[in-house]
């Protein structure tokens, strides 16, 4: 690669870093690919019962976490934005490890 004007020489490939998004990145959480995250809010939806959000809570309160195997998660009912999205998040208390139900 011609080192002045960075253009690929007659036959060398082009890199593919130069193609890439600016805050691109392969194995870090970027502005880019974190988007989906804030789709979750706290609370269970309005069709999911009180007894049904007490007894996932107790059940998945003693869970194992995947990672350290400790008996130490918190967990919170979550809603997503789109109808019907109801979920449990984990989060271990040790290893701060997150895990959905």
């Known amino acids: 690669m011609d080192k002045i004007t960075t253009k690929?020489?007659?036959?060398?490939?082009?890199?593919?870093?130069a193609y890439r998004p600016s805050g691109y990145s392969e194995?870090?959480?970027?502005?880019?690919n974190l988007h989906w995250l804030d789709?979750?809010?706290?609370?269970?939806?309005?069709?999911?019962?009180e007894a049904t959000v007490a007894f996932d809570l107790q059940l998945y309160g003693h869970?194992?976490?995947g990672r350290?195997?400790?008996r130490t998660l918190s967990v919170?009912?979550?809603?997503?934005?789109c109808v019907g999205?109801?979920?449990?998040?984990g989060t271990c208390r040790t290893c701060?490890?997150?895990?959905t139900f």
């Open 68 to 70: 350290c195997h400790h």
């Open 39 to 49: 789709d979750w809010q706290d609370g269970a939806p309005p069709h999911v019962s």
């Open 8 to 17: 690929p020489r007659r036959g060398e490939a082009a890199s593919v870093k």
């Open 63 to 65: 869970a194992r976490c």
């Open 85 to 89: 999205s109801y979920r449990v998040l």
């Open 76 to 81: 919170k009912a979550q809603h997503g934005r």
């Open 96 to 99: 701060k490890h997150e895990e």
């Open 27 to 32: 194995g870090r959480p970027t502005h880019l």
